[in-house]
């Protein structure tokens, strides 16, 4: 038997569920010094935690509760968003069903006068959204007096969601002597000090592990160039042609872009943010889970909650802000046992951060290319081979238009028309940047050239006598590439391509030639577009670079002589050894005034 330390009725509703093994998360929780306990508890997505805290709860509720009527209510499940409410209360219904347990479920955008009625009717376990139990227990319509349990799940969302004054209150209007069980994927202070609060020799269970990792779920990263961030997005769709699938932006301005773009490709996408009305999210919901909508594009908080069956594909089209945040992410797919992909959107100069974070994250991600135009359309034939060949249930009327259509049209002609129909509904893939000449992600800084000298991107100088040079502040250490760079000062600078020159990257900055007839009107563009401080490519300094570019090495100041004259910059590259002299050190000999401060 899987779960021993279990009564009978929760152990028969396991099975018929399909329960074989318990996860590491309920095996944790049914330990012997874990049960009777306050619990803090960090287990990753999609883990099974409703069930864990459900069997933490079940020994307790029905030796309290019995089978007898329900009356007020023993446990208080409370959790940030109302889609994670219902998916906490669905879970525990069929749980405690074979005991006769009675759930409760009180959220906002639900009728606030038959959670009334529901309570005063009585129940066993009440699950709810801070803000909307906290109105009930003002309201008096919420007994907290005979709880024995009260479970925070995805606390650290709640606080960071402004909900610490509604927990707050509700902890306080609960038994001093009720176990609490709290869930948090991070330990940030405010949990802490929350747990030390309310709780009593908490015992702290992790389940993370040194493996990380969701075994469920292939975790993939593309570099591109940060102008081909959106027909990333739009080739990794038509390459997977996921049932659904959810693309991750971090704020809501970039989910309203994004879902306009996809919508105007073709896509069927719906938007979550926090823009959203609870009506749209439950529409976009509903649309995801009928099959009426495949993309859903979401920031990390509106998508707390969300479960549906048929999500493979995790789209992170901005990179995360955290270790943990990529796993939230990236932990909406591979559930219940369902392989999922998770693939990282990773613009050049971020490489170097999200290794950092997926070694933090103890994630194993393979570095793979965007899909290209080829591949997707090899992808196509394969599917459309498939889909054309498997064997249809039809109708009399059916083939009977079969035979008439056979009648007027030749097995090729009626054959080339089934294809134009299947791939006039597919938005045609996009054509990226060729990166393929550059080194692997992972490979060392400057794979490309010596980390002293500096790379020039070969381009035809011919129109290019009368240029002028300018500087970016960032170089090869910040992974900069003429394939990305280029497109850049274009955007920025509101010029073509034929009007940047030779480009050259050195270890900290990188020097380009502007035609001088673009001159002015790079500048005032560059100045518009300028957003110092910023993370993004408005953060770039572009400026006038008076010497020039220097022909080696790391950027040095121009040397002056006696008469103030600026002297080119010194040509030895960094890879030159140093020479120090040799012999005794020549006696001090003061500096003669020139002639003119004489």
């Not at 649309?287 to 479960?307: K, M, P, S």
């Not at 797919?333 to 050049?348: D, E, F, M, N, Q």
């Not at 790079?522 to 518009?528: E, S």
Request: glycine fraction near 8%; include cysteine.
């Amino acid at each position: 038997m899987p779960f021993p330390e279990l009564p009978p009725l929760i152990l028969d509703a396991l099975t018929a569920q399909g329960y074989a093994e318990s996860t590491p998360v309920q095996a944790a929780v049914m330990e012997p010094d874990a049960i009777g306990r306050d619990l803090v508890v960090s287990a990753q997505t999609g883990s099974g935690k409703t069930v864990a805290f459900g069997m933490a709860m079940a020994a307790r509720l029905l030796e309290v509760g019995g089978n007898g009527p329900a009356r007020a209510p023993l446990a208080l499940v409370i959790a940030p968003t109302r889609e994670l409410a219902l998916q906490v209360s669905r879970e525990l219904e069929w749980l405690f069903a074979k005991a006769g347990g009675r759930i409760v479920t009180c959220v906002g955008g639900m009728n606030a006068a038959m959670e009334r009625k529901a309570l005063g009717q009585g129940c066993h376990i009440v699950v709810g959204t801070p803000g909307r139990l906290r109105d009930h227990l003002e309201r008096g319509s919420l007994d907290c007096s005979a709880l024995q349990y009260v479970v925070l799940d995805e606390a650290d969302e709640m606080l960071d969601m402004g909900f610490r004054e509604d927990l707050e209150e509700i902890l306080d209007a609960t038994p001093a002597e009720r176990k609490t069980l709290l869930f948090s994927a991070t330990m940030p202070k405010p949990i802490v000090a929350l747990a030390k609060r309310y709780q009593k020799d908490a015992l702290r269970i992790s389940t993370v592990g040194d493996d990380r990792g969701h075994g469920d779920i292939v975790t993939q990263a593309v570099a591109v160039s940060p102008a081909d961030i959106e027909h990333a997005v739009i080739n990794l769709l038509r390459f997977h042609e996921a049932a659904t699938a959810m693309l991750f932006c971090a704020t809501r301005d970039n989910v309203r872009h994004l879902h306009a773009t996809l919508i105007e490709r073709g896509f069927a996408a719906v938007a979550l943010s926090g823009e959203h009305s609870q009506s749209e999210r439950n529409q976009a919901l509903q649309a995801l889970r009928d099959g009426r909508a495949r993309v859903c594009v979401a920031t990390d908080v509106a998508a707390r909650g969300i479960d549906v069956a048929s999500l493979s594909l995790v789209i992170h089209v901005e990179v995360p802000r955290d270790a943990e945040i990529l796993q939230h992410r990236s932990g909406r797919t591979g559930r219940a046992g369902k392989k999922g992909t998770a693939v990282l959107i990773v613009p050049y100069p971020r490489r170097r951060r999200l290794e950092g974070m997926l070694k933090q994250a103890r994630i194993a991600a393979e570095w793979v290319p965007v899909p290209s135009a080829e591949a997707i359309r090899a992808k196509d034939h394969e599917r459309l081979v498939e889909t054309l060949v498997a064997p249809v249930e039809a109708s009399g009327e059916d083939r009977a238009l079969a035979a008439q259509l056979v009648e007027q049209m030749s097995a090729t002609d009626l054959a080339l028309a089934l294809i134009a129909a299947k791939r006039g509904a597919m938005p045609e893939p996009e054509e990226l940047i060729d990166l393929s000449g550059r080194a692997a992600p992972m490979g060392p800084v400057g794979a490309t050239g010596s980390r002293g000298g500096m790379d020039e991107a070969p381009r035809d100088r011919t129109d290019f006598d009368d240029a002028v040079w300018y500087r970016m502040d960032i170089g090869r250490q910040h992974e900069a590439d003429p394939r990305w760079i280029l497109p850049l000062l274009c955007r920025r600078g509101h010029v073509s391509r034929n009007q940047i020159g030779a480009i050259r990257i050195a270890p900290n900055e990188t020097y380009f030639q502007l035609t001088r007839a673009a001159e002015d009107k790079f500048r005032d563009a560059v100045k518009r577009t300028a957003d110092p401080g910023s993370e993004d490519e408005t953060g770039i300094r572009i400026e006038p670079a008076p010497g020039g570019a220097p022909s080696g090495g790391p950027r040095r100041a121009p040397s002056h002589n006696s008469r103030g004259e600026a002297q080119p910059p010194h040509s030895r590259g960094t890879n030159q050894a140093y020479i120090k002299p040799t012999g005794p050190k020549p006696p001090y000999q003061p500096r003669k005034k020139p002639a003119h401060q004489k």
